[in-house]
């Protein structure tokens, strides 16, 4: 009996000093889907500031880059020289067919003027009479076509020069001097920074029937933590497929354009279809 209580004891001093279990481990929370609540009267999207005007810039011509007047970064204005392509072939052309129509220019002017000496074989007297008109009038044709061929050659000659459309700033040049320019190929980017606006990016073909010109949208910048009123002024005729959605691209012009809005921040826009 005396044993017996010993073993007791000492099983209970064993269970006293066991460690307690560790505790199951906890699963992984699972990722909360993000889902849009909006009213009836709403429709509300995802968007990014975009310029109002940007532009990707290629010759017509394939030749060697001669020269780039500017840089990324750069304001220009429209009309403005940016890249010329070296093109000696065009431009001897451009300046023989000048010289070609101011010689059969001069040759017209002189035929318009230009009189026939006429003697009188019984009395010696000398008269002078003008051309007939018919010599001045082909002579004038020549001149007329030699005109036309210069044309042709300043328009061909103007093929080696890219100019600024519009005011505004250069994003991109992916061409240096002496590259092998392509036909088509992209060698400059400009883009209006002074003009952005509002473009969406995953505005459902399921709302797009409520979205109407002229709607007011209220558009919130996350990165300056600001709400700015705007109007929808234009909906893409064809729709985008990202990510496996249909999508049409809608544009918000903004009320005002706040200090720090950059291209490329993101927004969130509630268009107010009521």
Do not use: H
């Not at 560790?22 to 889907?33: F, K, L, M, N, R």
């Not at 990016?201 to 409520?210: F, H, K, Q």
């Not at 005729?237 to 706040?258: A, R």
Request: proline residues 6%; charged residues 20%.
């Amino acid at each position: 009996m005396k044993r017996t209580l010993l073993l007791l004891a000492a099983l209970l001093l064993l269970t006293a000093c066991a460690s307690p279990a560790a505790p199951a481990e906890t699963a992984p929370a699972e990722p909360v889907a993000t889902i849009r609540v909006q009213s009836p009267d709403t429709v509300v999207a995802s968007a990014e500031v975009e310029p109002a005007q940007i532009v990707n810039l290629g010759f017509t011509i394939s030749a060697l880059v001669k020269e780039i007047s500017i840089n990324e970064g750069d304001l220009v204005e429209a009309g403005q020289p940016l890249i010329v392509l070296d093109t000696p072939d065009l431009e001897f052309a451009a300046i023989s067919a000048e010289e070609d129509f101011n010689a059969r220019a001069l040759a017209a002017e002189l035929q318009r003027q230009d009189k026939v000496k006429y003697v009188n074989p019984e009395s010696g007297k000398v008269s002078w009479y003008p051309l007939p008109r018919e010599v001045y009038l082909k002579a004038l044709s020549i001149a007329d076509q030699a005109r036309a061929k210069w044309d042709t050659a300043e328009a061909n000659l103007a093929q080696n020069t890219i100019y600024a459309p519009f005011d505004g700033t250069v994003i991109d040049v992916s061409v240096i001097p002496g590259e092998l320019v392509q036909v088509n190929q992209v060698v400059i980017t400009i883009a209006n920074l002074n003009s952005l606006q509002i473009t969406t990016t995953d505005l459902s073909e399921r709302d797009i029937d409520r979205v109407k010109i002229g709607q007011n949208v209220d558009v919130y910048l996350e990165a300056l933590d600001v709400t700015i009123a705007g109007k929808v002024t234009r909906i893409a005729p064809k729709s985008e497929t990202i990510g496996g959605d249909v999508v049409f691209p809608v544009t918000i012009t903004l009320d005002k354009i706040p200090d720090g809005l950059l291209w490329g921040m993101s927004a969130e826009i509630e268009i107010q279809t009521k």
